[in-house]
C-alpha cells in the first residue's frame, strides 16, 4: 500500500469531527437521526433473521436502531463507530449487556468473527476515494457469513452532496451492486426519503445483498 493509499483509508480528523459533531449537537440538530428506523428494521425483516443470529451496525453511533433490535428480541448486536463519543451517548441510552460496543475506522478494521447481518445506513457514502470503498468491502466480504446479508443505505443520486461539512458519494442501486458484485448478490433495492429533524428530506438508495458462497 502506498502512503498515498493509507492516507485514503484514513484521516487522522475524522474522528475528532465525528466526536465534537455528536459533543455540541443533540439528536433533534443532526440530520440523520429518527425515532424509528422504519428502513433499516423493513430490511432487517426480510432478511429472515433468527433472534440469535449476530447483526452488527456499522456506523452505528448513537442510532435507536440498536433499542429497536433488542425490544425485537435479538441478542447478539454489535454497534462499530468511529466516534468514540457516538458510541458513548449509545451505551448511557442502551444498558443491555448483551450488547457489543467497538470504536474504529471500518477501513482499517479487521473483523474477529462473522456475522450473519451488516446494517449500514451511515458510513459507506462518505467513502469517496477508490481505497476507502475497497476496504470497506474487503470488510464486509470477510465478515459476513455465506448465506448472510448486507442492509446498506446510502444518499440516491439526488440526494445531497455534502454531509456534515463533508463531500459524499452519491449511489444507485445498481452502482451498490456492481461494487459488491463479486462477493453478493443483489436481492432488493428500493428509493426511500429520509426526513430529516427540521424536516428537510433527503432520498437514500437501499439495497438488500445476500453473501454468496465462496
Same mark, same amino acid.
Given at each position: 500500500?502506498?502512503?498515498?493509499? *493509507? ?15 455528536? *459533543? ?16 433499516? +428494521?423493513?430490511?432487517? !425483516? ?13 456506523? #452505528?453511533?448513537?442510532?435507536?436502531? @440498536?433499542?429497536?433490535? +433488542?425490544? =425485537?428480541?435479538?441478542?447478539? $448486536?454489535? @454497534? ?13 441510552? $442502551?444498558? !443491555? ?10 477501513? +482499517? ?11 449500514? =445506513? ?23 457469513? *455465506? ?35 463479486? #462477493?453478493?448478490? +443483489? ?28
Amino acid at each position: 500500500m502506498t502512503s498515498n493509499e *493509507a492516507n485514503d483509508l484514513h484521516v487522522p480528523a475524522t474522528s475528532a469531527l465525528w466526536d465534537g459533531t455528536y *459533543a455540541s449537537k443533540d439528536a433533534s440538530q443532526r440530520s440523520w437521526s429518527e425515532d424509528e428506523p422504519e428502513a433499516s +428494521l423493513y430490511f432487517i !425483516d426480510k432478511s429472515h433473521q433468527v433472534p440469535s443470529a449476530p447483526i452488527i451496525d456499522v456506523g #452505528g453511533g448513537a442510532s435507536r436502531l @440498536v433499542d429497536h433490535l +433488542l425490544a =425485537r428480541g435479538y441478542s447478539d $448486536v454489535t @454497534v462499530l463507530d468511529i466516534s468514540a463519543a457516538a458510541i458513548d451517548e449509545a451505551r448511557r441510552r $442502551v444498558t !443491555d449487556e448483551s450488547v457489543h460496543w467497538i470504536v474504529a475506522d471500518v477501513t +482499517l478494521w479487521t473483523p474477529t468473527r462473522s456475522y450473519a447481518l451488516w446494517h449500514d =445506513r451511515a458510513t459507506f457514502h462518505f467513502l469517496t476515494s477508490a481505497a476507502g470503498q475497497t476496504a470497506y468491502v474487503t470488510a464486509a466480504t470477510s465478515a459476513i457469513d *455465506a448465506g448472510g446479508h448486507l442492509v446498506l443505505a446510502t444518499f440516491a443520486p439526488s440526494g445531497p452532496a455534502t454531509c456534515s461539512g463533508l463531500a459524499v458519494q452519491r449511489w444507485s442501486g445498481a452502482e451498490l451492486a456492481e461494487i459488491f458484485g463479486d #462477493g453478493f448478490s +443483489l436481492v432488493e433495492t428500493t428509493t426511500r426519503d429520509h426526513a430529516t429533524p427540521w424536516g428537510s428530506v433527503q432520498p437514500f438508495t437501499w439495497v438488500l445483498l445476500e453473501r454468496r458462497a465462496d
